[in-house]
């Protein structure tokens, strides 16, 4: 049988991505057919920074645009060439010339310099496809959904919507496997029944009617936060939904931050991300590590299996 195809868009050239799919290419080689979205012209001159050569099968996918690589630098033009190498990959997988998406990191200040609109790639996508995308980030040990993302810690209570939370659970469920998933509640000790909070009976409301629907017991809280991720309650779950950005993803990037990706779920094409940013303050100095961009590559490649395993009608 021969190897997926795999669109990887690049990133942030002024970060770490190019050197990590240099650096990894040879292994990533091994497990499917990478084609990077990225000119020779701008390629060789990361490459030249790095000092190190092109490897003969690194097939590109030509995106336009020439400038100076900049280490370590915010740039609008950076910025707005991570955005066309990131289309270049999307429009290929839904061409169906690629099986799925994995891209390297973006800064998004070099992205508002170039003037685009969006906070990031989850962004990008609801708005591409209109589509209720699901930023769920992780590693086989736990992963963690979230139900909010990039917005002001203020804006969270008042974003967590009865109608709004069910569909994300509903969604989910359709998009993991079927495993118990453990939902945090907002507040201290998961609001002390109302004392500390009444958002929890939001949530209390939206896991009932959701497993109704679904017709068992998939979602289970709300969990109090601080104890969530303690390790009698990480042996009794694998899947976790946070309410807000750093309350999931403090402690996964505590415990498995070299390890972790992201993905996309709910979208018609199978999206998987480094779980990293642009490193700028080592970018070009050959110490960036490939950890999660390999398992990265390798949950796109579980999520393309179990896609060709779904019978078709």
């Not at 240099?22 to 292994?27: G, P, R, T, W």
């Not at 092109?54 to 336009?64: G, H, M, N, R």
């Not at 709004?164 to 079927?178: E, S, T």
């Not at 969530?228 to 750093?246: L, S």
Request: proline letters at 5%; hydrophobic letters at 45%; glycine letters at 6%.
């Amino acid at each position: 049988m021969s190897q997926p195809t795999i669109a990887v868009s690049v990133g942030d050239v002024n970060g770490v991505g190019v050197e990590i799919a240099l650096k990894a290419h040879e292994e990533i080689a091994e497990i499917c057919h990478p084609v990077y979205c990225i000119n020779k012209n701008i390629l060789q001159k990361a490459s030249a920074l790095l000092h190190v050569s092109i490897p003969d099968d690194f097939t590109l996918y030509e995106v336009a645009g020439d400038f100076a690589v900049q280490p370590g630098k915010v740039d609008a033009k950076s910025g707005l060439y991570a955005y066309d190498s990131f289309m270049a990959a999307v429009h290929l997988c839904e061409e169906k010339k690629t099986k799925a998406v994995v891209t390297l990191p973006i800064h998004k200040e070099a992205w508002m310099q170039a003037g685009l609109e969006y906070k990031g790639h989850t962004d990008l996508l609801r708005k591409h496809f209109d589509k209720e995308a699901i930023m769920m980030l992780g590693c086989h040990k736990m992963y963690v959904a979230l139900f909010t993302e990039h917005i002001p810690l203020k804006d969270v209570a008042k974003n967590i919507k009865y109608k709004k939370l069910k569909q994300f659970f509903l969604d989910m469920h359709n998009a993991i496997p079927k495993a118990p998933v453990a939902v945090l509640g907002l507040n201290p000790h998961a609001g002390d029944n109302g004392v500390l909070g009444h958002e929890e009976l939001i949530i209390t409301k939206a896991i009932k009617s959701a497993n109704k629907k679904i017709g068992f017991e998939r979602f289970v809280g709300p969990i109090v936060p601080d104890v969530a991720f303690a390790p009698y309650c990480r042996n009794n779950y694998n899947y976790f939904v946070a309410m807000y950005h750093d309350q999931g993803l403090a402690p996964l990037k505590a415990l498995y931050f070299d390890e972790s990706v992201n993905i996309s779920l709910n979208l018609p094409i199978i999206r998987t991300s480094v779980d990293h940013g642009t490193a700028f303050d080592i970018a070009y100095k050959n110490e960036a590590k490939t950890l999660s961009y390999i398992n990265a590559v390798q949950a796109a490649l579980e999520f393309i299996k179990a896609e060709e395993s779904i019978p078709s009608n």
